[in-house]
């Protein structure tokens, strides 16, 4: 099952698809329509993403494997603890 906006400024279609039984969310993808921004042809597929693991955790910067993020990175991204930060 899927649901999709389209971004009528920017020429991108966003969809997510979700599992029809359990109603969870499965991926993204996000793919340029005619006369986009970008010059791409139509259908090209510019971003997507699968969701393998879902959990319910106890704080904002907790992972699903009890790990935490505790700094960010200089790009802006989130470090995880331990690991640091991406060269």
């Known amino acids: 099952l899927a649901v999709a906006r389209d971004d009528s400024?920017?020429?991108?279609?966003?969809?997510l698809v979700f599992d029809p039984q359990t109603?969870?969310?499965?991926?993204?993808?996000?793919?340029?329509l005619s006369g986009n921004w970008f010059g791409?042809?139509?259908?090209t597929v510019i971003g997507e993403a699968a969701y393998l693991e879902s959990a319910v955790v106890d704080t904002i910067?907790?992972?699903?494997d009890g790990s935490t993020v505790s700094s960010t990175c200089a790009d802006g991204r989130l470090?995880?603890?331990g690991a640091g930060c991406p060269a």
């Open 9 to 15: 400024v920017q020429r991108v279609r966003y969809a």
């Open 61 to 64: 910067r907790t992972r699903p």
């Open 23 to 32: 109603a969870a969310l499965l991926g993204e993808r996000q793919t340029v």
């Open 40 to 43: 791409y042809p139509e259908g």
């Open 79 to 81: 470090a995880q603890q």
